[in-house]
């Protein structure tokens, strides 16, 4: 929902408030090729938690901690997936205000979901979740 709302968001910005068009054809159309990768990464972690049978939904029981694939270079790389079809929707969309989304998009996520998983995953697995946690970043 709230990546949906956020390309809305990004529309509105860009059709409204376009400013100024610094991307602009052939370049724009880059923001579709981050777009593709962003949603393979996403699939790929959404596939990982389906394989381990472990709760995909936010804040739903965590009953595998999943430390391989591209958890082993984010802590986040669905939340990550999402950030990255918006940094491809303001690539591909070319102008300045729809990158207002972003650090916004980035920022509520983090507070309202990942940090209270965080605190879950520790009280799920403990010492092991802390060590992955130091030694993953949590975006990139």
Not at 14 to 43: C, K, M, N, T, W
Not at 120 to 130: I, P, V
Request: proline share 6%; hydrophobic share 55%.
């Amino acid at each position: 929902m709230y990546l949906v709302l956020s390309m809305g968001a990004m529309a509105v910005l860009h059709f409204g408030f376009p400013i100024a068009q610094p991307i602009r054809e052939p370049y724009r159309y880059a923001g579709a090729v981050l777009i593709v990768l962003a949603f393979a990464l996403g699939f790929w972690a959404l596939f990982l938690f389906r394989r381990a049978r472990t709760g995909v939904v936010p804040f739903s029981e965590a009953t595998t901690l999943i430390i391989g694939g591209p958890y082993r270079f984010t802590r986040n790389p669905m939340y990550l997936g999402m950030a990255g079809i918006l940094l491809g929707t303001a690539v591909w969309l070319g102008s300045v205000t729809p990158w207002l989304v972003l650090p916004a998009f980035m920022g509520i996520v983090t507070d309202r979901f990942i940090v209270p998983e965080e605190a879950m995953l520790e009280r799920a697995f403990g010492s092991r979740y802390l060590e992955y946690r130091g030694a993953v970043r949590r975006w990139l």
